[in-house]
């Protein structure tokens, strides 16, 4: 869970935001054994979720008249920190109907203490793989079966660059990551820029959660989807040459004398928010920057004032000779928790690709790659739907699925002890292996 709701998360005070006990649901929540219960018409369905404010309400929006021609009651309702708090429900026997949860070991856990109920039979699974981004329904499948609905995504494999700047230099998008490295050596070469790269993973208390995006999109893009896959449960250990790999792409991009504004030793001070503000300067500090989608609500308020003029995004780019175009992202799932009929009419209407239609905020992008391109506001928003539809395959931010103490943990550490010079690589990779729990 990372990008804006991680952050709002860590800063929050207590534990729920607009929730009161007329949201609260009071049945018990249902296993895939039990059947479902009452009727629709006339029900009342509780939501919660941890979505940005806008995107809550635009999905709201969408979904009131289907939930009005139903006869149903929708009650939504916005929790800080939703993870920890819908565990803490269902040892109390006390959760919603519904609950967005944006990580996928999250989804499992629920799975495994038979909280949650299979929609396999409750969504058309099949309509789903025709619409949908491939890989967003397999990362809330749990042994074979469909248990987290990808409601609203995001996607990160993306490079910011200031577009006066670089349409003056007639610089053009790189189309495989040698290309990449070629694009660096050429700013560098010709000093449009102080240098060609920005890079800042400082985040307060999750400070080295960008290292892990750079980590992240290199691994798919070494070791495609199989790869990554078994890199993210461990089957691949960190200590592997294909993770070896992904840090000498990082470490050369990085540590190059002369490739990042500040140098290596300016990275893990430097804030994500405002690491990439220098491209706009009137002689640019960079022309790279590589940040998920919501980095446009950090950019400077004139920056923000005309997006399209001011700035340029592309796909970060596969490697040399590779036909697969991976994406990494991540995203809220919609899990069933009360098997009733009223709440399994609601998860349809979820399926549904124009419930999105209004929820038009920065960070939310619908996960059905055909979904109507011209409702997102602004050719940037376009820019980064079409690039992310133009996907092979949309896979889970990796950190988000690994157990905390790795993901949220060592993985955040070591890589930041890393990057400062604390440790070499070895014993930064060694040490996130050991960090693994036994079981």
Known sequence: ???????????????????TSACLSSGSSSSDNDAPSGQVKGSTVTIWTSLDLPVMQGLQAGMAPKAQA??????????????QIIMTKIQANDTPDIAFIPQPGVVADIVNRKKATALDDVVDVNALKSSMLPGTLEAGTVNDKLYGLLVSANTKSFVWYPKKAWDAAQYTPPTTLEDLNALTEKIKADKTATAPWCLGIESSAATGWPATDWFEDLVMRYGGPDGYNGWVKHDTKFDS??????ADEFQKIAFTNGNVLGGR???????????????????PGCMLYKQGSFITTFFPK????NLQQNVGV???PPKAGSEEKPILGGGDMAVLLHNTAGAREVMKMLSDKSVGEKAMGTSFLSPHKDFDINLYQ??????????????????????DQMPGAVGAGTFWKDMTSWITGQEDLNTALKNIDASWPAS
Not at 241 to 246: D, E, K, T
């Open 241 to 246: 040459p294909l993770v070896h790999q992904a």
């Open 302 to 305: 004139n920056v923000q004032a």
């Open 265 to 283: 030793k300016s990275i893990a001070s430097n804030n994500f928010g405002t690491a990439g503000n220098p491209m706009f300067d009137a002689k």
């Open 378 to 399: 602004g050719q940037i928003a376009q820019q980064v739907a079409r690039l992310s539809y133009a996907a092979s395959i949309f896979l889970f931010d990796g950190s």
């Open 70 to 83: 139903a006869g149903v009651t929708v009650k939504w309702s916005r929790v800080d920190n939703i993870n």
């Open 314 to 316: 592309f796909y970060f």
């Open 1 to 19: 869970m990372r990008g804006p709701s991680l952050f709002k998360a860590l800063a929050a005070v207590g534990v729920a935001t607009l929730l």
